[in-house]
C-alpha cells in the first residue's frame, strides 16, 4: 500500500523528466562539478552546494541561471549564492527572480549576477544555500501518542541546471540510521545516517532523477503562523523587545487521547516526536528577561549566557504534539549604546531581523521598529526583500504619536535572522520634551493649589442665595429640634405604657397613677417648648416646603398622647372598681387600636421629614 502511495506522489516527477530530457542547452556554459549536500535532520531542509562553473563559449558569461522545479520554488525560504576562490573573501551575489526564453514549464529561474564576465575557458567556483519549508510530508499523516514519526522527502539524485553537468555528487544527511525504504539508483548506498548519490557525470541540461527517500525524524517541527516582534528604541539608554508568538507543531498529527502520567512516566517512549522546551539564543546584552501567555507569567524558564551569548530555554505549559498549537510572550532588554550609531546628522539601528528561537519556521514575520517621537528622514536597510509599511503609536506623554516602522516576511527561517539598519533623523531638544511637560504640569498644578488657597472663592453674605441658605439652614435646625421634642414625647408615652404594664402585674394602683402623673408634667414642658419653635416655622417663608408636614407631626402626636391618657385612665379605673382583666381588655381595645394606628403615622412622618 505504502508503495502505491509513493508512486502517486513521484507520478509529477515522472512527467516532468519526459518534458525536460531532450531540452536544449540554455548557454555555453558547463558545471564542471557539483557537489551537493542535503541536510535532512531537521525540518528545515538546508541544501549546500558548490558549482564549478566554466565558459566554453566564446562571448562573455554575465549572469548565470539557478533552476527549481515549482513545486520546490513554492516553499523556497532562503537562497544565498557567494563567489569563493583562493584569491579573495567569500563575496555574496545579487540574485534576482528571472524568466528566461524557451524554458519549458514547470521550473523556476533565479539570475544569479556575478561581479565581473567570465571570459572564454574561464572558470568560477560558486557557492549556495537553499532552505526549503515545509517539504517534509509525514507518512503516515498521522501517529498515536506511542508512535515514532516517519516523514518523506522527494527531490532529484541529479542537479537541475540548464547547463550541461560533467561531473555530480549528492549526499544526504538523515537524522539516524532508521531509513523506512529510499529510491535505488546505479551508484547509490546508504551508509549509516547518510545516503549516497553518485558520483554522476556528462549529464544533460536539465536532466531530473527524482527519489523519495521515507525515514524517521522525531525533530519538532516548530511553525509559528505570526510572530510580531517589537522593537522600541528609547533614547534615555535602552531598547525594548518584545515577540508575540503563536506556536504550532506541524508534524503528524496526534491520534487518540493523551495521558501525562503515561507521558511523564515514559517521556521517551511516549511522544518521541513531542517537544517540551524551545531555545532562543539572545544578544550576551540582554536583561530584564520575561516569558509569559494569556494567563500570566510562566516560572518553567531558565537563563544561561557568556560574554558571547545569552540562552533562554522556555517550556510551554503542556508538551506540543502533533497539531497542538500555544501562544506566549517574550520580552528582554538592550543598552542602546551597542546597537544604536550616529553617522554626521542622522542614526541608525543595527540588530537583528529574524526570531533568535532555534530552527523555528515563522509562516508570517512581523517587526516593528519604534522610533521616538520627533524621528524624521526615516528609511531602512535589509539583506533580503521585505514587505514595507508604516504606523503611528501613541504612548505615555506623546503629543504627536511616536513614528513605527513595519517589516513583513513571509516564510521565515534561521538564516534570516540578519543584521538590518533603521536611519533617521532626531533632534536632541525633543528628548527635553517630556521632562518638560512633567516639570509644567507640576508647576500649574502647585500655582493652582496656591491661588485655591489664598483666594476667596466664597459667597457674598449679602447675595440672596446666601441668605436663602442660611435660612434654609436655619429651618433645618429648627425642625431636628421639634423631632428632638417629638421623640422625647414617645419616649413619654413608652413609659406611660410601661406603667399600665405593671399594674397589670403588680395591681399597684398607687404607683401607677405617679408615674401618671409624673409624664403629664414632662408632656407640659414639652408643649411649652414647642410652641415657639412651631411659631418660627409658620413665620418663616423658608419653611413652607416641610411646615404641612410638621405641623401634621404635631398634631399626630397631641391625638396619640390623648388617646394614650384616656386609655390610662380608663385602666386605673377598672383596677380600682376591681374589674377582671377580660372587662378591662373590652374597655381599652378600641383605644389601643387607634393608637397603635396614631403610632405608625407618627413613625411615617418623622421618616417623611428626615427625607425632605
Known sequence: ???????????????????????????????????????????????????????????????????????????????????????????????????????????????????????????????????FTRVLKPFPEQITMAGAQLVVFQDSANYLSPYPVKYQSLIVKLPNDKIESYTKLDNAKANGSEIIYGPYEYLPSLAYSPIAIHYESNHPFAVAPEVVREIEISHWGSIQITEHYTLLHAGAQTKGEFSRLDFQMRPNARGASAFTHLMAKLPPQAHSIYYRDAIGNISTSHVRGDSKKTELIIEPRYPMFGGWKTAFTIGYVLPLKDFLFQAEEKRFLNISFGSPMIDLVIDNLIVKVVLPEGSSDIYFSTPFPVKQSSENKISHLDITGRPVVVLQRTNSVPEHNQYFQVHYKF??????????????????????????????????????????????????????????????????????????????????????????????????????????????????????????????????????????????????????????????????????????????????????????
Open 427 to 612: 533632534n536632541m531638544f525633543s528628548m527635553l520634551r517630556e521632562p518638560l511637560m512633567l516639570i509644567s504640569g507640576f508647576f500649574l498644578f502647585f500655582v493652582a493649589c496656591i491661588v485655591y488657597m489664598h483666594a476667596d472663592i466664597s459667597i457674598s453674605r449679602s447675595s440672596t442665595s446666601y441668605l436663602a441658605k442660611q435660612q434654609w439652614d436655619h429651618v433645618q435646625t429648627v425642625v431636628q429640634q421639634v423631632q428632638n421634642i417629638i421623640h422625647l414625647c414617645l419616649a413619654t408615652d413608652n413609659k406611660l405604657e410601661a406603667s399600665l404594664r405593671d399594674l397589670s402585674r403588680t395591681g399597684d394602683v398607687h404607683a401607677c397613677k405617679i408615674a401618671r402623673k409624673a409624664g403629664d408634667g414632662l408632656l407640659k414642658e414639652l408643649s411649652k417648648e414647642l410652641k415657639p419653635l412651631m411659631a418660627f416655622l409658620q413665620s418663616s417663608p423658608s419653611a413652607s416646603p416641610i411646615l404641612t408636614k410638621v405641623e401634621e407631626l404635631v398634631a399626630k402626636e397631641k391625638e396619640l398622647q390623648d388617646r394614650l391618657m384616656a386609655k390610662h385612665s380608663t385602666v386605673v379605673d377598672c383596677y380600682e372598681k376591681k374589674m377582671s382583666g377580660k372587662d378591662i381588655d373590652k374597655k381599652v381595645s378600641q383605644h389601643q387600636q387607634k393608637i397603635t394606628a396614631l403610632r405608625q403615622d407618627v413613625d411615617d412622618l418623622l421618616e417623611i421629614i428626615d427625607e425632605i
Open 1 to 131: 500500500m505504502e508503495l502505491m502511495k509513493f508512486q502517486y506522489i513521484l507520478l509529477p516527477f515522472t512527467l516532468l523528466i519526459l518534458s525536460l530530457l531532450y531540452t536544449p542547452a540554455f548557454s555555453n556554459i558547463v558545471l564542471s562539478k557539483v557537489n551537493r549536500h542535503m541536510d535532512l535532520t531537521s525540518h528545515i531542509v538546508r541544501v549546500t552546494t558548490t558549482l564549478q562553473v566554466e565558459n566554453t563559449g566564446s562571448e562573455v558569461v554575465s549572469d548565470v541561471l539557478l533552476a527549481f522545479p515549482d513545486q520546490q520554488a513554492r516553499h523556497l525560504a532562503y537562497l544565498v549564492v557567494v563567489l569563493s576562490d583562493d584569491n579573495r573573501k567569500a563575496t555574496n551575489l545579487h540574485i534576482q527572480p528571472s524568466l528566461p526564453e524557451g524554458m519549458p514549464a514547470g521550473l523556476s529561474f533565479y539570475s544569479v549576477s556575478l561581479l565581473k564576465g567570465l571570459s572564454k575557458s574561464e572558470s568560477i567556483m560558486l557557492g549556495m544555500l537553499v532552505a
